[in-house]
Protein backbone atom coordinates (compact mmCIF):
# COMPACT_ATOMS: atom_id res chain seq x y z
CA UNK A 1 0.00 0.00 0.00
CA UNK A 2 0.70 4.07 -0.53
CA UNK A 3 0.23 5.45 2.54
CA UNK A 4 0.54 9.61 3.02
CA UNK A 5 1.02 10.95 6.59
CA UNK A 6 -1.11 14.23 6.64
CA UNK A 7 0.93 16.63 8.75
CA UNK A 8 -1.30 20.08 8.74
CA UNK A 9 0.61 23.34 10.23
CA UNK A 10 0.21 26.09 11.47
CA UNK A 11 3.18 27.77 13.42
CA UNK A 12 5.02 24.48 13.88
CA UNK A 13 8.58 25.27 13.16
CA UNK A 14 9.90 24.13 16.11
CA UNK A 15 7.82 20.69 15.83
CA UNK A 16 8.05 19.87 11.86
CA UNK A 17 11.65 18.66 11.58
CA UNK A 18 12.00 16.70 14.24
CA UNK A 19 8.27 14.97 13.77
CA UNK A 20 9.54 14.34 9.68
CA UNK A 21 12.27 12.63 11.01
CA UNK A 22 10.65 10.83 13.85
CA UNK A 23 8.26 9.28 11.41
CA UNK A 24 10.87 8.31 8.47
CA UNK A 25 12.52 6.30 11.63
CA UNK A 26 9.18 4.66 12.20
CA UNK A 27 8.93 4.19 8.15
CA UNK A 28 11.96 1.84 8.49
CA UNK A 29 10.02 -0.99 10.13
CA UNK A 30 6.77 -0.50 8.25
CA UNK A 31 5.79 -2.97 4.92
CA UNK A 32 4.70 -0.50 3.36
CA UNK A 33 5.43 2.88 0.88
CA UNK A 34 5.13 5.52 2.81
CA UNK A 35 5.10 8.92 2.93
CA UNK A 36 4.69 12.46 3.94
CA UNK A 37 2.52 14.84 2.95
CA UNK A 38 2.54 18.80 4.89
CA UNK A 39 -0.08 20.68 4.20
CA UNK A 40 1.14 24.17 5.44
CA UNK A 41 -1.12 27.31 5.45
CA UNK A 42 1.55 29.66 5.01
CA UNK A 43 2.59 30.18 8.87
CA UNK A 44 3.89 33.57 9.72
CA UNK A 45 7.03 31.54 11.30
CA UNK A 46 7.96 30.70 8.07
CA UNK A 47 7.17 26.36 8.82
CA UNK A 48 6.93 26.17 4.85
CA UNK A 49 10.62 27.65 4.46
CA UNK A 50 12.00 24.74 7.36
CA UNK A 51 10.32 22.10 5.37
CA UNK A 52 11.83 23.23 2.36
CA UNK A 53 15.12 22.86 3.43
CA UNK A 54 14.25 19.38 4.58
CA UNK A 55 12.77 18.29 1.37
CA UNK A 56 16.14 17.26 -0.27
CA UNK A 57 17.06 14.83 2.21
CA UNK A 58 13.84 12.54 1.79
CA UNK A 59 11.91 11.95 -1.58
CA UNK A 60 9.05 10.53 0.15
CA UNK A 61 8.44 14.76 1.83
CA UNK A 62 5.65 16.43 0.00
CA UNK A 63 4.15 19.44 0.61
CA UNK A 64 1.34 21.88 -0.15
CA UNK A 65 0.50 25.02 1.22
CA UNK A 66 -1.82 27.46 1.14
CA UNK A 67 -4.28 29.99 3.11
CA UNK A 68 -5.71 29.44 7.13
CA UNK A 69 -8.97 28.56 6.86
CA UNK A 70 -8.88 25.89 9.68
CA UNK A 71 -7.80 22.76 10.50
CA UNK A 72 -10.57 20.69 8.31
CA UNK A 73 -10.31 22.60 5.19
CA UNK A 74 -6.56 21.96 5.29
CA UNK A 75 -7.34 18.19 5.79
CA UNK A 76 -9.90 18.25 3.08
CA UNK A 77 -6.88 20.11 0.66
CA UNK A 78 -4.37 17.39 1.88
CA UNK A 79 -6.98 14.23 1.75
CA UNK A 80 -7.38 15.58 -2.01
CA UNK A 81 -4.16 15.84 -2.89
CA UNK A 82 -2.98 12.32 -1.32
CA UNK A 83 -6.06 10.58 -3.53
CA UNK A 84 -5.72 12.51 -6.98
CA UNK A 85 -1.60 13.39 -7.13
CA UNK A 86 -0.21 10.83 -5.41
CA UNK A 87 -2.28 8.22 -5.91
CA UNK A 88 -2.53 7.03 -2.25
CA UNK A 89 -4.09 3.29 -1.00
CA UNK A 90 -4.65 4.93 2.56
CA UNK A 91 -4.00 8.03 4.47
CA UNK A 92 -2.94 9.33 7.66
CA UNK A 93 -4.50 12.09 10.00
CA UNK A 94 -1.62 13.31 12.89
CA UNK A 95 -0.79 16.18 14.48
CA UNK A 96 2.60 18.06 13.91
CA UNK A 97 3.28 18.65 17.27
CA UNK A 98 4.08 15.14 19.03
CA UNK A 99 1.07 15.05 20.81
CA UNK A 100 0.13 11.64 18.66
CA UNK A 101 3.46 9.49 19.07
CA UNK A 102 5.55 8.44 15.94
CA UNK A 103 5.72 5.00 17.62
CA UNK A 104 2.01 4.54 17.75
CA UNK A 105 1.75 4.66 13.40
CA UNK A 106 2.71 1.08 12.98
CA UNK A 107 0.11 -0.09 14.70
CA UNK A 108 -2.76 2.00 13.25
CA UNK A 109 -1.21 1.01 9.83
CA UNK A 110 -1.31 -2.51 11.10
CA UNK A 111 -5.07 -2.26 11.66
CA UNK A 112 -5.97 -1.32 8.50
CA UNK A 113 -3.91 -4.67 7.20
CA UNK A 114 -5.91 -6.46 9.66
CA UNK A 115 -9.04 -5.35 7.95
CA UNK A 116 -10.28 -1.63 9.44
CA UNK A 117 -11.28 1.07 7.09
CA UNK A 118 -10.86 3.64 9.37
CA UNK A 119 -8.44 2.99 12.35
CA UNK A 120 -8.15 5.70 15.25
CA UNK A 121 -5.71 6.04 17.44
CA UNK A 122 -8.41 6.03 20.57
CA UNK A 123 -7.58 8.10 23.66
CA UNK A 124 -11.00 6.68 25.39
CA UNK A 125 -10.73 2.59 24.87
CA UNK A 126 -8.68 0.52 28.03
CA UNK A 127 -4.87 1.16 27.36
CA UNK A 128 -5.48 4.92 25.77
CA UNK A 129 -4.66 7.65 28.22
CA UNK A 130 -5.06 11.67 28.18
CA UNK A 131 -2.37 13.61 29.61
CA UNK A 132 -2.33 13.26 33.37
CA UNK A 133 -1.29 17.30 33.64
CA UNK A 134 -4.70 18.23 31.96
CA UNK A 135 -6.68 20.32 34.28
CA UNK A 136 -10.02 19.74 34.79
CA UNK A 137 -11.73 22.15 32.10
CA UNK A 138 -9.62 20.66 29.28
CA UNK A 139 -10.59 16.86 30.35
CA UNK A 140 -13.87 18.08 30.36
CA UNK A 141 -13.53 19.72 27.03
CA UNK A 142 -12.46 16.78 25.58
CA UNK A 143 -15.25 14.47 27.48
CA UNK A 144 -18.11 16.69 26.66
CA UNK A 145 -16.55 16.53 22.72
CA UNK A 146 -17.14 12.94 22.52
CA UNK A 147 -20.59 12.93 24.23
CA UNK A 148 -22.27 15.39 21.64
CA UNK A 149 -20.00 13.28 19.17
CA UNK A 150 -21.52 9.87 20.59
CA UNK A 151 -25.07 11.12 21.54
CA UNK A 152 -26.18 14.07 20.06
CA UNK A 153 -24.39 13.12 16.33
CA UNK A 154 -25.14 9.46 17.65
CA UNK A 155 -21.99 7.62 16.70
CA UNK A 156 -22.32 5.56 19.92
CA UNK A 157 -20.32 3.24 18.98
CA UNK A 158 -16.95 4.91 18.65
CA UNK A 159 -15.35 6.08 22.06
CA UNK A 160 -12.89 8.74 20.93
CA UNK A 161 -15.10 10.50 17.82
CA UNK A 162 -13.01 13.90 17.78
CA UNK A 163 -9.22 11.91 18.23
CA UNK A 164 -7.03 13.77 14.80
CA UNK A 165 -4.81 10.59 15.04
CA UNK A 166 -6.05 8.31 12.30
CA UNK A 167 -5.37 5.75 9.36
CA UNK A 168 -8.26 5.85 6.88
CA UNK A 169 -8.47 3.62 3.45
CA UNK A 170 -9.09 6.26 0.11
CA UNK A 171 -11.17 3.37 -0.91
CA UNK A 172 -13.37 4.54 2.11
CA UNK A 173 -13.19 8.16 1.22
CA UNK A 174 -13.44 7.97 -2.33
CA UNK A 175 -17.35 7.42 -1.33
CA UNK A 176 -17.32 10.37 0.87
CA UNK A 177 -17.99 14.27 -0.92
CA UNK A 178 -15.78 16.10 0.95
CA UNK A 179 -17.53 19.34 -0.40
CA UNK A 180 -21.19 17.81 1.37
CA UNK A 181 -18.81 18.83 4.65
CA UNK A 182 -19.96 22.09 5.73
CA UNK A 183 -16.81 22.17 7.86
CA UNK A 184 -13.88 24.53 8.17
CA UNK A 185 -12.36 23.50 12.11
CA UNK A 186 -11.82 20.91 14.12
CA UNK A 187 -15.34 19.47 13.43
CA UNK A 188 -14.05 17.92 10.51
CA UNK A 189 -13.16 14.69 12.82
CA UNK A 190 -16.61 14.00 13.65
CA UNK A 191 -18.07 15.13 10.21
CA UNK A 192 -16.00 12.52 8.38
CA UNK A 193 -16.21 9.96 11.02
CA UNK A 194 -20.33 10.17 10.28
CA UNK A 195 -19.70 9.97 6.75
CA UNK A 196 -17.49 6.83 6.87
CA UNK A 197 -20.06 5.43 9.45
CA UNK A 198 -22.68 6.07 7.27
CA UNK A 199 -20.64 4.51 4.37
CA UNK A 200 -20.48 1.18 6.46
CA UNK A 201 -16.67 1.46 6.92
CA UNK A 202 -14.84 -0.95 9.59
CA UNK A 203 -13.53 1.73 12.59
CA UNK A 204 -11.42 0.09 14.86
CA UNK A 205 -9.90 2.16 18.05
CA UNK A 206 -5.87 1.45 18.75
CA UNK A 207 -5.88 2.67 22.32
CA UNK A 208 -2.88 5.55 22.31
CA UNK A 209 -1.85 7.54 24.89
CA UNK A 210 -1.88 11.43 23.79
CA UNK A 211 0.62 13.98 24.91
CA UNK A 212 0.83 17.41 25.57
CA UNK A 213 3.12 19.63 23.07
CA UNK A 214 6.05 20.94 24.94
CA UNK A 215 6.75 23.32 21.76
CA UNK A 216 4.61 25.85 20.29
CA UNK A 217 0.94 26.25 21.26
CA UNK A 218 -2.50 24.88 20.22
CA UNK A 219 -5.22 26.38 17.94
CA UNK A 220 -8.10 25.44 19.14
CA UNK A 221 -10.42 28.30 19.44
CA UNK A 222 -14.02 29.11 20.56
CA UNK A 223 -15.15 29.07 17.08
CA UNK A 224 -13.67 25.84 17.03
CA UNK A 225 -16.23 24.60 19.50
CA UNK A 226 -18.89 26.53 18.85
CA UNK A 227 -18.66 25.04 15.28
CA UNK A 228 -18.21 21.91 16.30
CA UNK A 229 -21.21 21.59 18.56
CA UNK A 230 -23.63 22.85 15.51
CA UNK A 231 -22.08 20.35 13.46
CA UNK A 232 -23.15 17.82 16.21
CA UNK A 233 -26.75 19.00 16.22
CA UNK A 234 -26.60 19.43 12.48
CA UNK A 235 -25.50 15.89 12.18
CA UNK A 236 -28.65 14.60 14.33
CA UNK A 237 -30.96 16.63 12.53
CA UNK A 238 -29.65 14.40 9.07
CA UNK A 239 -30.13 11.35 10.78
CA UNK A 240 -33.23 11.81 11.98
CA UNK A 241 -34.65 12.98 8.25
CA UNK A 242 -35.20 9.94 7.50
CA UNK A 243 -36.85 8.65 10.31
CA UNK A 244 -39.22 12.42 9.96
CA UNK A 245 -40.34 11.51 6.91
CA UNK A 246 -41.36 7.72 7.53
CA UNK A 247 -43.45 9.21 9.92
CA UNK A 248 -45.36 11.99 7.33
CA UNK A 249 -45.89 9.10 5.07
CA UNK A 250 -47.27 6.81 7.49
CA UNK A 251 -49.45 9.89 8.60
CA UNK A 252 -50.60 10.28 5.12
CA UNK A 253 -51.27 6.66 5.00
CA UNK A 254 -53.43 6.58 7.87
CA UNK A 255 -55.28 9.74 6.20
CA UNK A 256 -55.91 7.58 2.84
CA UNK A 257 -56.57 4.03 4.64
CA UNK A 258 -59.33 6.09 6.74
CA UNK A 259 -61.06 8.01 4.20
CA UNK A 260 -60.70 4.64 1.71
CA UNK A 261 -61.98 2.62 4.57
CA UNK A 262 -65.03 4.68 5.17
CA UNK A 263 -65.38 5.62 0.91
CA UNK A 264 -65.47 1.71 0.42
CA UNK A 265 -67.96 1.36 3.24
CA UNK A 266 -70.36 3.57 1.71
CA UNK A 267 -70.13 2.11 -1.61
CA UNK A 268 -71.65 -0.87 0.23
CA UNK A 269 -68.71 -3.23 0.73
CA UNK A 270 -69.15 -5.14 4.24
CA UNK A 271 -66.61 -3.83 6.80
CA UNK A 272 -64.46 -7.28 7.26
CA UNK A 273 -63.90 -7.06 3.36
CA UNK A 274 -63.68 -2.89 3.16
CA UNK A 275 -60.50 -3.18 6.11
CA UNK A 276 -58.18 -5.33 4.39
CA UNK A 277 -58.49 -2.74 0.71
CA UNK A 278 -58.71 0.14 2.74
CA UNK A 279 -55.00 -1.16 4.10
CA UNK A 280 -53.68 -2.24 0.47
CA UNK A 281 -54.59 0.98 -0.89
CA UNK A 282 -52.85 2.77 1.88
CA UNK A 283 -49.47 0.53 1.53
CA UNK A 284 -49.62 1.43 -2.52
CA UNK A 285 -49.27 4.76 -1.28
CA UNK A 286 -46.71 4.95 1.36
CA UNK A 287 -44.81 2.58 -0.84
CA UNK A 288 -44.59 5.13 -3.71
CA UNK A 289 -43.59 8.10 -1.41
CA UNK A 290 -41.29 5.87 0.65
CA UNK A 291 -39.54 4.79 -3.01
CA UNK A 292 -39.60 8.18 -4.38
CA UNK A 293 -39.05 10.20 -1.33
CA UNK A 294 -38.49 9.05 2.44
CA UNK A 295 -35.31 6.83 0.67
CA UNK A 296 -34.11 8.39 -2.28
CA UNK A 297 -31.34 9.26 -1.08
CA UNK A 298 -30.17 5.92 -0.49
CA UNK A 299 -27.61 4.13 -2.84
CA UNK A 300 -29.29 1.09 -3.64
CA UNK A 301 -28.35 -1.57 -5.90
CA UNK A 302 -31.10 -3.84 -6.77
CA UNK A 303 -33.66 -2.97 -9.68
CA UNK A 304 -36.79 -1.51 -8.68
CA UNK A 305 -39.18 -4.38 -9.12
CA UNK A 306 -36.94 -6.41 -6.83
CA UNK A 307 -37.63 -3.70 -4.40
CA UNK A 308 -41.52 -3.48 -5.39
CA UNK A 309 -41.28 -7.14 -5.01
CA UNK A 310 -39.55 -6.94 -1.19
CA UNK A 311 -42.49 -4.27 -0.68
CA UNK A 312 -45.29 -6.00 -1.41
CA UNK A 313 -43.86 -9.03 0.73
CA UNK A 314 -43.09 -6.41 3.66
CA UNK A 315 -46.62 -5.08 2.83
CA UNK A 316 -48.48 -8.71 3.13
CA UNK A 317 -46.73 -9.16 6.59
CA UNK A 318 -47.76 -5.69 7.72
CA UNK A 319 -51.95 -6.83 6.32
CA UNK A 320 -51.58 -9.79 8.22
CA UNK A 321 -50.43 -8.02 11.20
CA UNK A 322 -53.01 -5.27 10.78
CA UNK A 323 -55.79 -7.08 9.54
CA UNK A 324 -55.00 -9.66 12.45
CA UNK A 325 -55.67 -6.48 15.18
CA UNK A 326 -58.82 -5.92 13.49
CA UNK A 327 -60.40 -9.03 13.88
CA UNK A 328 -58.97 -9.37 17.30
CA UNK A 329 -60.58 -5.72 18.46
CA UNK A 330 -64.10 -6.62 16.62
CA UNK A 331 -64.23 -9.98 18.61
CA UNK A 332 -63.57 -8.36 21.76
CA UNK A 333 -65.43 -5.32 21.14
CA UNK A 334 -68.65 -6.29 18.40
CA UNK A 335 -70.43 -3.14 19.21
CA UNK A 336 -67.33 -0.77 18.88
CA UNK A 337 -66.81 1.46 16.52
CA UNK A 338 -64.83 -0.20 13.41
CA UNK A 339 -63.15 3.31 12.34
CA UNK A 340 -61.48 2.68 16.00
CA UNK A 341 -60.40 -0.67 15.57
CA UNK A 342 -58.96 -0.29 11.82
CA UNK A 343 -57.04 3.23 13.63
CA UNK A 344 -55.48 0.58 16.21
CA UNK A 345 -54.35 -2.33 13.85
CA UNK A 346 -52.39 0.31 11.93
CA UNK A 347 -50.13 1.00 14.76
CA UNK A 348 -48.39 -2.47 14.91
CA UNK A 349 -48.77 -2.88 11.53
CA UNK A 350 -46.17 0.98 11.02
CA UNK A 351 -43.82 -0.51 12.97
CA UNK A 352 -43.40 -3.59 11.07
CA UNK A 353 -43.42 -1.91 8.32
CA UNK A 354 -40.39 0.28 9.06
CA UNK A 355 -38.38 -1.85 10.16
CA UNK A 356 -38.43 -4.42 7.46
CA UNK A 357 -38.13 -1.87 4.53
CA UNK A 358 -35.79 0.49 6.27
CA UNK A 359 -33.24 -2.77 7.09
CA UNK A 360 -34.63 -4.52 3.70
CA UNK A 361 -36.50 -3.39 1.26
CA UNK A 362 -34.83 -0.13 0.89
CA UNK A 363 -31.32 -1.36 2.41
CA UNK A 364 -28.33 0.28 0.52
N1 LIG B 1 -2.74 23.75 8.03
C1 LIG B 1 -3.36 23.97 9.21
N2 LIG B 1 -4.36 24.89 9.26
N3 LIG B 1 -2.99 23.28 10.30
C2 LIG B 1 -3.62 23.51 11.46
C3 LIG B 1 -4.67 24.45 11.60
C4 LIG B 1 -5.04 25.19 10.42
O1 LIG B 1 -5.94 26.02 10.44
N4 LIG B 1 -5.09 24.43 12.88
C5 LIG B 1 -4.34 23.51 13.52
N5 LIG B 1 -3.44 22.96 12.67
C6 LIG B 1 -2.44 21.92 12.94
C7 LIG B 1 -1.48 22.24 14.06
O2 LIG B 1 -0.35 22.93 13.58
C8 LIG B 1 -1.13 20.83 14.56
O3 LIG B 1 -0.13 20.23 13.78
C9 LIG B 1 -2.43 20.07 14.37
O4 LIG B 1 -3.16 20.77 13.37
C10 LIG B 1 -3.26 19.99 15.67
O5 LIG B 1 -3.49 21.30 16.14
P1 LIG B 1 -3.47 21.66 17.69
O6 LIG B 1 -3.86 23.08 17.80
O7 LIG B 1 -2.21 21.23 18.34
O8 LIG B 1 -4.69 20.74 18.18
P2 LIG B 1 -5.04 20.32 19.67
O9 LIG B 1 -3.86 19.65 20.30
O10 LIG B 1 -5.67 21.44 20.38
O11 LIG B 1 -6.20 19.25 19.35
C11 LIG B 1 -5.96 17.88 19.16
O12 LIG B 1 -6.94 17.13 19.84
C12 LIG B 1 -8.25 17.27 19.30
C13 LIG B 1 -9.24 16.42 20.05
O13 LIG B 1 -9.12 16.55 21.41
C14 LIG B 1 -5.97 17.49 17.68
O14 LIG B 1 -5.52 16.14 17.58
C15 LIG B 1 -7.32 17.59 17.05
O15 LIG B 1 -7.28 17.05 15.73
C16 LIG B 1 -8.31 16.82 17.87
O16 LIG B 1 -9.62 17.02 17.33
MN1 LIG C 1 -1.88 19.77 19.80
Redesign the pocket.
Known amino acids: MKIVVI ?6 RE ?1 IVLMIRALQEQFAAIPHDMHILV ?3 NSPDGTADVVRAEAPAWPNLHMITGT ?4 G ?2 YIRGMKHAIEQLKADAVM ?1 M ?3 F ?2 KPVDVPRLIAALDEGADFAIGSRYVPGGKIPDEWSFLRRMN ?1 KW ?1 NVFARYVAGMYMVRDC ?4 RAIRTSLLGKIDFDTLRVR ?2 AF ?1 IALLHEAILNHAVVREVPVE ?1 VD ?1 TR ?5 GLSDIIEFMLNAWWIRFERSKTFLKFGVVGASGVAVNLVSFTVLMNMGLNKFIASPLAIEVSIITNFVLNNYWTFSQRDMNDRIHIRGLKFNMVSFVALAVSYSTFLLLSALDPSGIPQVHQAIGIVPATLINYFLNSYWTFKE
Open positions: LPTYNENVDDKQGLAAEDADSHSGTAGFGYQFRGETKL
